[in-house]
């Protein structure tokens, strides 16, 4: 079982930048960060793989950076330019399926073997 803390999240004013960290007790080929909205299904943002190959869901690149450490175990999920939409609980995952990270194809949630316990984002305009 991979352990997964996420750390980071804050309530920031439209405009400004957050950067979400997840530390993990091992890590997987294919890792990424999902959000959930209230009243939303959890949403795939972004997945990367150790060697660096990294995916992203079409409706948030460019606002959105993901990046890890192997060392380090730790995963990293850059946010700028936040809007009140962004409102949501972010959440670190593991054991990815390998094609999530070349083509953002994460599969369901369900299929997702290790979570985290996901940091809150707000965002207030």
């Known amino acids: 079982q991979v352990q997964l803390v996420e750390t980071g999240g804050d309530s920031v004013q439209a405009g400004g930048s957050v950067r979400l960290s997840c530390a993990a007790s091992?890590?997987?080929?294919?890792m990424g960060w999902f959000r959930q909205a209230p009243s939303k299904e959890r949403e795939g943002i972004a997945a990367i793989g150790t060697d660096g190959k990294t995916a992203y869901a079409d409706s948030l690149k460019g606002r959105f950076t993901i990046s890890r450490d192997n060392a380090k175990q730790m995963l990293y999920l850059q946010i700028t330019s936040l809007e009140p939409e962004d409102t949501a609980i972010y959440y670190c995952a593991a054991g990815l399926r390998t094609r999530a990270c070349f083509s953002g194809d994460w599969g369901t949630p369900a299929s997702i073997p290790h979570w985290g316990q996901g940091t809150q984002v707000t965002v207030s305009s």
């Open positions: 091992s890590t997987t080929y294919c």
